[in-house]
């Protein structure tokens, strides 16, 4: 706790003097739905509504292993994932808003290598699977507003429901078949974030927590019956530094710490946690109420963890 509290007020004692000369600005309904990625509140005005979709992809090709090393996978392995994401944000309150997101997941493993025992055999592997993920409800909460003197301090909630289907389907052997696209566990985050506004510029730094609550589903495809299994809880930090180019395109940087903690396997934990840092530079191009985002994921250091990078794209508008 010591440690959040020093955080917290190195970037509340950073950003208050960069603001000293802003001034209220009063705004009309339309201004307000025009605001940027830059300069909008950190939840939507009262009677808001943002409605949108997303779209992610990413391969699985290289890895940071135990020691933090980059390596490739040493089989002939090749795996894609992607889904797209509804989503909608409505604004209860100027501080108090409500959020939905609904996914479509595609998942792809690919995966060939030669067996030598008296011959050589060629073995394959083909498990594909797509189908809506999980459900996520979230709450937004403004503690504190900004103004002059102060930036913006934010809590978030947000819960997954394991509505996606967990179990593996149509099994011809342990190496053929269809992936679920729901983790079959329910899962609540928590997350504290600042924000600074010193127009062109933003600055952003947050802090969360992920609690898996576990659940039961087949582990193994060639397996009949569920068994017990929970996530390990996740831990999460980063800053962000945003600015304009002009007054329709922003550049987006981001930092981020991902801690995730032991999986547990009916009743057998794994024997280490994983960890990677990761930077996402984007952009973001702002129409009128129209905003279209562009993220990649670029790992830069890790272990036991991904070290493959990925792309986001998003589009919204403000109703």
């Given at each position: 706790m010591r440690l959040l509290e020093k955080i917290l007020f190195v970037f509340l004692f950073l950003m208050t003097p960069q603001a000293m000369a802003q001034v209220e600005e009063q705004l009309t309904p339309v201004q307000k739905k025009q605001k940027t990625l830059v300069t909008e509140p950190q939840t939507l005005y009262k009677g808001f509504v943002r409605g949108g979709l997303s779209f992610s992809y990413g391969t699985v090709?290289?890895?940071?292993?135990?020691?933090?090393?980059?390596?490739?996978?040493t089989t002939n392995i090749w795996a894609s994932s992607w889904f797209v994401?509804?989503?909608?944000?409505?604004?209860?309150?100027?501080r108090l808003q409500v959020e939905f997101r609904l996914p479509y997941r595609v998942n792809n493993i690919y995966q060939s290598y030669d067996l030598e025992l008296d011959q050589v055999e060629t073995i394959k592997w083909n498990a594909s699977g797509n189908?809506?993920?999980?459900?996520?409800?979230?709450l937004g909460y403004q503690l504190v507003t900004e103004n002059p003197l102060r930036p913006s301090l934010t809590s978030y909630f947000t819960a997954s429901l394991p509505t996606g289907?967990?179990?593996?389907?149509?099994v011809v052997n342990d190496r053929e078949y269809k992936r679920p696209s729901g983790s079959g566990e329910p899962s609540l985050d928590v997350r504290l974030q600042v924000r600074r506004i010193a127009y062109p510029f933003s600055y952003t730094a947050s802090v969360s927590y992920t609690y898996f609550f576990g659940g039961k589903k087949i582990l193994d495809p060639l397996d009949s019956q569920e068994r017990p299994f929970r996530s390990g809880n996740n831990?999460?930090?980063?800053g962000s530094f945003n600015f304009h180019l002009n007054d329709w395109i922003a550049i987006q940087n981001t930092l981020t710490y991902f801690l995730s903690g032991k999986d547990e396997f009916d009743g057998v934990p794994e024997e280490e946690n994983s960890w990677v840092l990761q930077y996402y530079p984007g952009l973001s191009f702002q129409v009128k109420r129209f905003r279209i985002n562009e993220v990649f994921l670029v790992p830069i250091s890790g272990?036991?963890?991904?070290?493959?990078?990925?792309?986001?794209?998003?589009?919204?508008?403000?109703?």
């Open positions: 090709d290289k890895y940071f292993d135990a020691n933090g090393t980059r390596k490739s996978f994401q509804a989503f909608v944000v409505y604004g209860v309150t100027d189908g809506l993920g999980d459900v996520n409800v979230g289907k967990k179990n593996p389907e149509a831990f999460n930090m980063d272990r036991q963890s991904s070290a493959d990078p990925s792309y986001i794209f998003a589009l919204s508008y403000v109703f």
